[in-house]
């Protein structure tokens, strides 16, 4: 990584700067591998994104820095002209702030940018906080989605398994990458419950989660029990517990070009987040809010508060309640 760093600082052209000042990059290899407040030093990612940040924003602009003020206007313009690389589109605000953090906290401690400036630069990309209540799927819509997945397939077992596989995500929030790496043996249906257990995502939390999803969950008119029964009938034998018709690992892409269809088809915004969206809200709307989160697996309970609207009264029965029992 440092080789690779010395290697992009030596094909750099010079940058404009004010008389006296030094260049800016010729502490970054020095910068990451400082300590921070986490860890002693920076784990190999972190310091490869910052080289990529600060590496792109001195490319892009020519930082003439004259003052802080000044350079916070030039990391700030550089962020609001940016676009993904390939579609042009604007990026996500939530995007700009990151890097904003990145390239300003960089220039921060090197003593060209003040610490009011930062400050500033940083609340410029504030993200719109956003209740994630208002990307859910509303009754109808999650019961027009059930029954298109239970009647739109080439095969049984393929429709079968869309339909379990969105009803999970529906209930218990899993995520699309959760959903395909689920093996045989994380998904378990004893009696009245079907047990699932999703290995975690964030690089910080290892391990499995678990969902106890009753059988009688109702959805769009089918059963999560019924559900369970017909996809039973139809999968084949393999490690994956939901697999394509030749027993292998799906992709996540396949369901992701999967609702792309169905929202072309019925006309209202379908994604795997969205089904993420819908069960964190009925989750959160009838639980306490620490409950929620364990169930969501969010490790900060300011993120599922954006699912919560603090007038609905909290009930102890949690994805039971969140549909219609049969």
């Not at 003020?69 to 990391?75: E, G, K, P, S």
């Not at 027009?144 to 869309?162: D, F, I």
């Not at 699932?196 to 678990?210: A, D, I, N």
């Not at 292998?248 to 269809?261: D, I, V």
């Amino acid at each position: 990584l440092m080789i690779q760093q010395q290697s992009i600082l030596s094909r750099r052209t010079s940058t404009t700067l004010r008389k006296g000042i030094m260049n800016p990059l010729d502490n970054l290899p020095s910068y990451i591998r400082q300590s921070t407040t986490k860890r002693e030093i920076m784990d190999e990612e972190t310091a490869r994104i910052v080289v990529l940040y600060v590496h792109k924003f001195f490319d892009d602009v020519e930082a003439d820095i004259t003052n802080s003020v000044n350079l916070r206007n030039q990391i700030r313009n550089w962020l609001v002209e940016l676009k993904h690389h390939r579609s042009q589109e604007p990026l996500a605000v939530s995007t700009k702030k990151a890097m904003a953090g990145i390239v300003g906290r960089y220039c921060r401690d090197g003593g060209w940018l003040s610490e009011d400036d930062h400050t500033k630069l940083l609340n410029t990309f504030r993200p719109r906080i956003e209740a994630w209540s208002t990307k859910a799927l509303s009754d109808e819509d999650t019961d027009r989605l059930v029954q298109y997945l239970r009647k739109n397939a080439a095969t049984s077992m393929t429709k079968s398994r869309n339909l379990l596989a969105t009803m999970i995500m529906l209930s218990a929030g899993l995520r699309i990458g959760q959903i395909v790496g689920l093996k045989v043996e994380d998904v378990i249906a004893t009696g009245q419950i079907l047990t699932v257990k999703p290995t975690l995502q964030k690089t910080y939390r290892q391990g499995k989660s678990r969902k106890d999803i009753p059988m009688s969950v109702n959805i769009g008119g089918v059963a999560i029990g019924e559900a369970v029964a017909w996809y039973e009938k139809n999968r084949k034998e393999s490690a994956y517990y939901f697999h394509n018709l030749a027993g292998e690992e799906m992709s996540s892409a396949y369901y992701r070009q999967l609702f792309g269809k169905i929202e072309e088809r019925l006309g209202f915004t379908i994604s795997a987040h969205s089904c993420r969206h819908t069960a964190g809200t009925r989750i959160a709307q009838r639980v306490s809010i620490v409950a929620a989160a364990n169930i969501l697996d969010h490790t900060d309970i300011r993120t599922t508060q954006r699912y919560v609207s603090f007038e609905n009264a909290a009930s102890e029965s949690i994805i039971a309640n969140s549909f219609a029992e049969t």
